[in-house]
Every structure is written in C-alpha cells, then in structure tokens.
C-alpha cells in the first residue's frame, strides 16, 4: 500500500484513512478479508475503532476504512507488523491497485459528518504559500452552509510529502454544494502556484446519524442490518402518522402535497430523535458489527416478525 500522509508525534491520538477500489466481484470476499482486519487490530496496543464505509453508488467509488490509535507510535507498529503484511497479500489479488492511506494526528474524521480527505502535492519551496491559499479556502468554506470544520496534516520530511486536509460539513449536500461552487473553482485556479496535484475521497455512511459506531468493534452494522432496522421503526411511523395526524389533515381539506409534507416532516422527526434510539438499544445485540451467524439470522427473523405483526394490526385496523 502507498502512504499519501505522514502522522505526526505524540500521544493525542493517530488515524489512518484507507481507500481501497475493489475488483467487480470481490466485494464479498473483501467484505469477509476486512472483518479479520478488524479482528486482528483489536490485538495490538491502542487500537481504538475502525469505521468502515462501502462505496456508494455515484457518490464514493472505493471502500474507506478509518482506522483509529491512541498514538502514532502504536499506529506505526500496527502498519509495521507482520500479521498486517500477511493479511496484504490476502487482499492484493481482491483489489483493482494498492490502497492509498492517509496517516493523520489526531482522532479523524467525526462519525455523523461527511468529510472530505484531500492530499495535496505541494510544489517544493512553495509550503508558505500553499498555507495561505489554504487559510483563503477556509475563509470562504465557513460561508457555506453546513460547514463543521477544516484541519491540515503537515507531511514529515524523508517518508511522504503530501499534505492532507480533512474538510468537515453536515450533510453530502452541503459539501457538494462547496465543493461544486464557483468559489472554489476560482480558488483552485489561484492554488495552481503552488500545488502540483491533488485527489479527494468522502467518508459517510448510508444511513449517517441514526447508527453510531459499535464502541468495541469500532464498526456501523451491515447495511443490510440498517435498512431492515429502518423500515422496523419507518413502517408504524408512517401508518400512524397516516390514521392520526394525516386523517385529521385530510379533513381539514388540506391538499395532498401538504398533508404528504407534513408527515414525512413529523416521520423523519420522530425517527431520528425517538424511534432509532430505542430500535438500536432494543436491538443492539444484533445489530453489532461481527455477531455470530446465528445470532445474525435469529436476528433477521424477529425484525420480519416485527414486520408481520405490523402489517397484521394495521390491516385490522384499516377495515
């Protein structure tokens, strides 16, 4: 694999970024060779959290893994290691080219937020002036909505030279909204002096902010998991939005557009700040990233219970 960023020194916490483009057809067997991964760093010394993200169809076309460590120094001995190298020759046939990395201070990314990773190929001599047409960008994000925050990662001498920036907004769409803004259009062109190249990735995951990351696995569930857990909580909201809230909306002679509106307004409220908290704790055994296969499956069969009992009682009460 190719390190595109340096970590630096201390004990504030390090964090690797690492993008991988999967051969069509893989994805399963890389899916599987990323559990033993994780597996493998819970056995060394300041292992954190890893937060695994697959690619999302036009939005992110590599899998990214966010791998955190209480120090660079306990990073450097995992990246090191000979059961990492072992585990790389696994993936190597799995994968289109070698993964890039991305060695940051600090915690990385934050979980709800999207964020953008950009490394830059910094012309030589021109440092000071690549900080200041760094210090110009960050002047104009914060006047775009959304804006959560921005950090440069200095390169260390001898080892790799790029420098990476983290750039954080809440939604995709506030960071696409920068991102494809005649702002920063004018302002990679004023870049030019002093940047000779640069690549950016986004990290975000399907169903941001309605599952954190498992504290001990340091991983999202299964996508799979998400949208099964979803609908759960989803389907009930709607139908009693619909004989509640919707019937009396319709009485009042309000038109469907605005009665439609209004209860996914009400829905995506109570979702996020009611029903998901309590789906992920009454289902938190299954949902964990790395549940055995029968948990999984004994796990499956009671959210589609969940489903049919639904289904039954609404349909009860819609005669």
């Given at each position: 694999m190719k390190r595109h960023a340096i970590p630096g020194s201390g004990g504030d916490g390090a964090t690797v970024v690492i993008s991988s483009k999967v051969r069509e057809g893989g994805e399963e067997d890389y899916r599987r060779w990323q559990r033993r991964m994780t597996e493998a760093m819970h056995g060394f010394a300041g292992f954190e959290g890893a937060d695994i993200y697959p690619p999302i169809p036009g939005e992110q076309g590599?899998?990214?893994?966010?791998?955190?460590f209480s120090s660079a120094g306990r990073?450097?001995?995992?990246?090191?290691?000979?059961?990492?190298?072992?585990?790389?020759?696994?993936?190597?046939?799995?994968?289109?080219?070698?993964?890039?990395?991305?060695?940051?201070?600090?915690?990385?990314?934050?979980?709800?937020?999207?964020?953008?990773?950009?490394?830059?190929?910094?012309?030589?001599?021109?440092?000071?002036?690549?900080?200041r047409w760094q210090e110009a960008m960050r002047k104009a994000q914060e006047r775009f909505p959304g804006f959560l925050g921005v950090e440069t990662f200095e390169p260390?001498?001898?080892?790799?030279?790029?420098?990476?920036?983290?750039?954080?907004y809440d939604t995709r769409?506030?960071?696409?909204?920068?991102?494809?803004?005649?702002?920063?259009?004018?302002?990679?062109r004023d870049g030019q002096g002093c940047v000779l190249?640069?690549?950016?990735?986004?990290?975000?995951?399907?169903?941001?902010?309605?599952?954190?990351?498992?504290?001990g696995a340091g991983q999202a569930p299964p996508e799979w998991k998400q949208a099964m857990a979803v609908l759960l909580a989803l389907y009930p909201t709607v139908m009693i939005l619909d004989l509640t809230v919707g019937r009396v909306l319709r009485a009042a002679r309000w038109p469907m557009y605005l009665v439609l509106f209004a209860g996914n307004v009400a829905s995506v409220a109570l979702l996020t700040w009611a029903l998901m908290p309590l789906v992920n704790r009454a289902l938190a055994w299954w949902l964990r990233p790395g549940a055995p296969a029968?948990?999984?499956?004994?796990?499956?069969?009671?959210?589609?219970?969940?489903y049919a009992a639904c289904v039954a009682v609404f349909g009860l009460m819609a005669r």
């Open positions: 590599s899998w990214v893994v966010v791998c955190r990073l450097t001995g995992w990246l090191d290691s000979e059961l990492r190298a072992r585990l790389l020759e696994e993936v190597r046939p799995l994968l289109e080219e070698p993964s890039a990395l991305e060695l940051l201070a600090g915690r990385g990314p934050a979980g709800d937020a999207v964020t953008a990773v950009i490394s830059h190929q910094v012309r030589p001599g021109r440092e000071r002036e690549f900080l260390v001498p001898g080892v790799q030279e790029h420098w990476v920036v983290l750039l954080r769409e506030h960071l696409d909204g920068w991102m494809d803004s005649a702002a920063r259009g004018r302002l990679l190249d640069f690549d950016v990735r986004t990290v975000r995951s399907a169903f941001a902010g309605w599952f954190g990351s498992d504290g029968r948990a999984g499956a004994a796990g499956a069969l009671v959210v589609v219970a969940g």
